[in-house]
């Protein structure tokens, strides 16, 4: 089981080695990063949003209503690109192009009510966390709650960083752990990795940034491979194609 494991690195190795040139671009004051199924990037800073091609080639730029910061955003669907504001309990929708496809949404339906993280659900429908309750609810069409299930055994809420729903299973994540759920909310593993919080989940394989190592993780094993030593600094990492892109806080290395 273990060499079978191992011959399924071997290719990645091989490739992430086989290096012929280096492109740098320069990405400052983004927070977070999504790269999609065609190698475009999405970035994320405080007050706007940012897509690059797959060269690093800026081809288009998003600004929050003024007075408005992105707490987080989620480009996993196709389709549009859900965009959260925690502080207003808010959520507004833009397409690939970064258009904006819909005014501004309240999600809570109480006043009382704090929403702490939003992401995409499989049918076009949401994952919300709510503080006041400590739930996650999967809600549909006017956010009417269709599912939810209690995260208090898990921790609180609020401690959230981000979630995504990922080949029909909920991440969780939330410093350098990963908590995953079913699409009921009954919990499947924990995973605890440093770099993992900087992490985009792909299904098998995830790559991460552990030290100066780029690491590869079996997201059904839950086995993690040393790749290569990275020699420029890196907090991130996603592959496309015959590239590899390395995300620092204000620099993306392209390698290739």
């Keep these: 089981m273990i060499f079978k494991r191992f011959l399924f690195f071997i290719p990645i190795i091989l490739s992430s080695l086989n290096i012929?040139?280096?492109?740098?671009?320069?990405?400052?004051?983004h927070r977070d990063r999504w790269v999609d199924t065609q190698g475009n990037i999405y970035l994320q800073s405080t007050f706007s949003i940012e897509k690059l091609n797959s060269q690093g080639k800026n081809v288009a730029r998003w600004r929050a209503p003024k007075g408005m910061s992105i707490s987080t955003f989620d480009p996993s669907n196709n389709h549009k690109i859900l965009v959260f504001f925690k502080e207003f309990s808010q959520i507004i929708y833009l397409n690939q192009n970064l258009v904006e496809l819909s005014p501004l949404t309240e999600l809570s339906t109480s006043p009382n009510e704090e929403i702490t993280a939003v992401c995409w659900a499989s049918n076009g429908e949401l994952w919300i966390a709510t503080r006041l309750q400590n739930v996650i609810a999967r809600v549909g069409g006017n956010f009417a709650v269709k599912y939810s299930f209690s995260f208090r055994p898990f921790g609180e809420v609020s401690q959230i960083d981000k979630m995504y729903e990922i080949n029909q299973q909920l991440y969780i994540l939330?410093?350098?752990r990963w908590l995953v759920f079913d699409l009921f909310g009954q919990p499947i593993t924990k995973i605890?990795?440093?770099g993992m919080l900087q992490a985009q989940i792909t299904y098998p394989i995830t790559l991460y940034v552990e030290g100066n190592n780029l690491m590869a993780f079996d997201i059904r094993t839950q086995d993690s491979q040393p790749l290569i030593k990275l020699s420029v600094p890196a907090v991130a990492a996603y592959r496309y194609g015959n590239r590899t892109y390395l995300f620092d806080s204000?620099?993306?290395t392209i390698l290739q």
């Design 20 to 29: 012929r040139g280096q492109q740098t671009v320069d990405i400052p004051n």
């Design 192 to 194: 605890i990795r440093e």
């Design 174 to 176: 939330s410093d350098n």
């Design 250 to 252: 204000n620099r993306l």
